[in-house]
């Protein structure tokens, strides 16, 4: 892929501090590819406006998958859920570009991707995720805040051929933009007014 390839998951109402990034990053739509892996909404200050932000990014370019927050919308009967059903409806639930399988929670290996379910990949539903990965593809996931795994701070999980990324805005912590290309990351402490935006190059393999 001659675009650069960027990535973020597990925004939660967070939208805000993912225009941050993205203008941290220097995005440009017409240039770099987009991956947005899930969970717009919860837990943060604003649902509706990082939907449409997410909408918005879709619009001109950028590929946006389904969490499993956005599955418990689609539960819902409320207006206020009820208005993006359709929007959600039409997220895919992972995508593959490259070496790359994009994904909310992770892939159910015993199945071929072709009959991969989206409530399991998405975490909606307990399955089995990520055993026995292919040697030549890099799962990159969210779901899965990284103090769950032991870290602190604002650090990702790189273990063999997956990645995740989640690294606890849901829970009042930090947003993290990946840039695969360029092996960079940025990230900044959602509850920071100031939006200070922590920059730095990571090994990705």
């Given at each position: 892929?001659?675009?650069?390839?960027l990535?973020?998951s597990?925004?939660?109402?967070?939208?805000?501090?993912?225009?941050?990034?993205?203008?941290?990053?220097?995005?440009?739509?017409?240039?770099?590819?987009?991956?947005l892996?899930?969970?717009?909404?919860n837990?943060?200050p604003d649902?509706?406006g990082?939907?449409?932000?997410i909408?918005q990014?879709?619009k001109n370019?950028a590929?946006?998958?389904?969490?499993?927050h956005?599955?418990?919308?689609?539960?819902?009967?409320?207006?206020?859920?009820?208005?993006?059903?359709?929007?959600?409806?039409q997220?895919?639930?992972?995508k593959v570009?490259?070496?790359?399988?994009?994904?909310?929670?992770?892939?159910?290996?015993?199945?071929?991707?072709?009959?991969?379910s989206r409530?399991?990949?998405?975490?909606h539903?307990?399955g089995n995720?990520?055993?026995y990965?292919?040697?030549?593809?890099v799962?990159?996931h969210?779901?899965i805040?990284?103090?769950?795994l032991?870290?602190k701070?604002?650090?990702?999980?790189?273990?063999?051929?997956?990645?995740d990324?989640?690294?606890?805005?849901?829970?009042n912590?930090?947003?993290?933009?990946l840039?695969?290309?360029?092996?960079?990351?940025?990230s900044?402490?959602?509850?920071?007014?100031d939006?200070?935006?922590q920059?730095?190059?990571?090994?990705?393999?």
């Amino acid at each position: 892929m001659s675009k650069r390839l960027l990535v973020a998951s597990d925004i939660h109402g967070h939208g805000k501090s993912l225009s941050h990034l993205l203008k941290a990053a220097h995005y440009d739509d017409s240039k770099d590819q987009l991956v947005l892996i899930g969970d717009y909404v919860n837990n943060g200050p604003d649902s509706i406006g990082t939907l449409k932000l997410i909408k918005q990014l879709v619009k001109n370019g950028a590929i946006a998958l389904v969490g499993n927050h956005e599955l418990r919308w689609l539960e819902r009967t409320d207006k206020r859920a009820t208005e993006w059903h359709h929007f959600i409806n039409q997220l895919p639930y992972y995508k593959v570009i490259d070496q790359y399988i994009f994904v909310h929670a992770g892939i159910d290996t015993s199945k071929s991707m072709r009959k991969q379910s989206r409530a399991v990949v998405t975490g909606h539903t307990p399955g089995n995720l990520n055993q026995y990965l292919p040697r030549n593809k890099v799962v990159i996931h969210g779901h899965i805040p990284n103090y769950r795994l032991g870290y602190k701070k604002d650090h990702i999980h790189i273990e063999h051929n997956i990645i995740d990324i989640d690294t606890g805005a849901g829970h009042n912590q930090y947003l993290t933009l990946l840039d695969l290309t360029s092996q960079r990351q940025y990230s900044v402490k959602v509850s920071d007014k100031d939006a200070i935006i922590q920059e730095r190059r990571i090994k990705l393999k």
